[in-house]
């Protein structure tokens, strides 16, 4: 019998036996071979810090924001068994799925993606942050020679920071954790500060004018107004955190105001429209699936624990940020 991660309050977890689910037609089973702890939505949902009403917005999670709930969507797995009309994919393949943590499972065979024959899985658990930060860059549109301050080198920060660096960008890293600053720097970052550091950094790295484009990818409330105070004249501003129900207080009679800056919200689920016909999601997505190959994403992983202790990694994660990126699950 199968069984799936939980949480049946805010930070507790727990392993349930899910249903063994027949196989359909259409779908495939999936043994799991690694997961990805999301250190930025995930665990605004295990702290209880999700808006309660919100709807799930994946067909494979289970239970609502008002506990209990699961949650997850970075598996990576071999498919066991497939439908009779599954087409694409065969047994022993390699595939992701936004999926929970679960050690087994059945999926439509569409949400299943092929990743590369020779990838390894513990790569393959990048793919959707990887897409998210393809995502943000398609919103921000940077261009060769720009100066950006990046605030958060989390695990998307950091896929962002190397995405710039090969759009030609000159990236100022913004992040109050000494380790992850050094990953920054190393993937990177032409210099990569404290928060308490960024005024002097960026005005260094433009003469003063500040920078041309800010993405916000910390999930700290304070960042975004920090990165506001930083901005160049007409300069643009991507928000790609979720706060959940967390506030955010601006301030926005003064520089906001007069430089005439842009705010951009960035979210995975949509393409910017301005991009269409030439981007879509298909594209997005195949494009994300040969970068797993190029990044350099091994550094991101701090720690791994095997499946049945769930509950330490979200505890760590939770409590000692300062010593983790990320965070993955093991399975035998």
């Known amino acids: 019998m199968p069984t799936g991660v939980w949480f049946p309050r805010a930070r507790a977890v727990e392993l349930r036996p899910e249903q063994d689910a027949a196989i359909g037609e259409d779908d495939v089973r999936v043994v799991a071979l690694a997961s990805a702890l999301s250190h930025g939505t995930e665990m605004l949902v295990y702290r209880g810090e999700a808006p309660r009403d919100l709807a799930l917005d994946?067909?494979?999670?289970?239970?609502?924001?008002?506990?209990?709930?699961?949650?997850?969507?970075?598996?990576?797995g071999r498919v066991t068994d497939v439908g009779a009309n599954v087409r694409g994919l065969a047994r022993g393949d390699l595939v992701f799925v936004h999926h929970p943590h679960q050690d087994a499972y059945v999926v439509a065979a569409s949400r299943a993606i092929r990743?590369?024959?020779?990838?390894?899985?513990?790569?393959g658990v990048f793919f959707a942050n990887t897409e998210t930060a393809v995502n943000?860059?398609?919103?921000?549109?940077?261009?060769?020679?720009?100066?950006?301050?990046?605030?958060?080198?989390?695990?998307?920060?950091?896929?962002?920071?190397?995405?710039?660096?090969?759009?030609?960008?000159r990236v100022v890293a913004v992040e109050p954790i000494a380790k992850r600053r050094a990953l920054a720097e190393q993937l990177g970052a032409e210099i990569?500060?404290?928060?308490?550091?960024?005024?002097?950094?960026?005005?260094?790295?433009?003469?003063?004018?500040g920078f041309d484009l800010a993405i916000e990818v910390s999930g700290n409330v304070h960042a975004l107004q920090g990165a506001i105070d930083l901005a160049?004249?007409?300069?643009t501003i991507v928000v790609a955190s979720w706060y959940g129900t967390k506030p955010v207080s601006l301030s926005l009679g003064g520089r906001?105001?007069?430089?005439?800056?842009?705010?951009?919200?960035?979210?995975?689920?949509?393409?910017?429209?301005?991009?269409?016909?030439?981007?879509?999601?298909a594209r997005r997505t195949a494009y994300a699936l040969d970068l797993l190959s190029e990044l350099d994403l091994m550094p991101l992983i701090t720690h791994?624990?095997?499946?049945?202790?769930?509950?330490?990694a979200y505890a760590l994660v939770d409590t000692r940020a300062d010593e983790v990126v990320q965070v993955l699950l093991t399975y035998d």
């Open 192 to 209: 990569a500060v404290g928060p308490d550091d960024a005024d002097a950094a960026v005005r260094d790295a433009t003469n003063g004018r």
């Open 232 to 235: 160049a004249f007409q300069a």
């Open 136 to 169: 943000v860059l398609l919103d921000a549109h940077p261009r060769a020679g720009d100066v950006v301050a990046v605030f958060g080198q989390g695990v998307v920060g950091l896929l962002v920071t190397q995405l710039l660096r090969r759009a030609g960008a």
């Open 304 to 312: 791994r624990y095997p499946f049945a202790r769930a509950a330490d």
């Open 256 to 281: 906001f105001h007069r430089a005439r800056l842009r705010l951009v919200s960035s979210q995975v689920g949509a393409v910017d429209p301005s991009l269409a016909p030439r981007w879509d999601r």
């Open 58 to 76: 994946l067909p494979t999670l289970d239970g609502s924001y008002a506990f209990p709930i699961k949650f997850g969507y970075a598996s990576v």
């Open 115 to 123: 990743l590369p024959v020779d990838l390894r899985p513990e790569r």
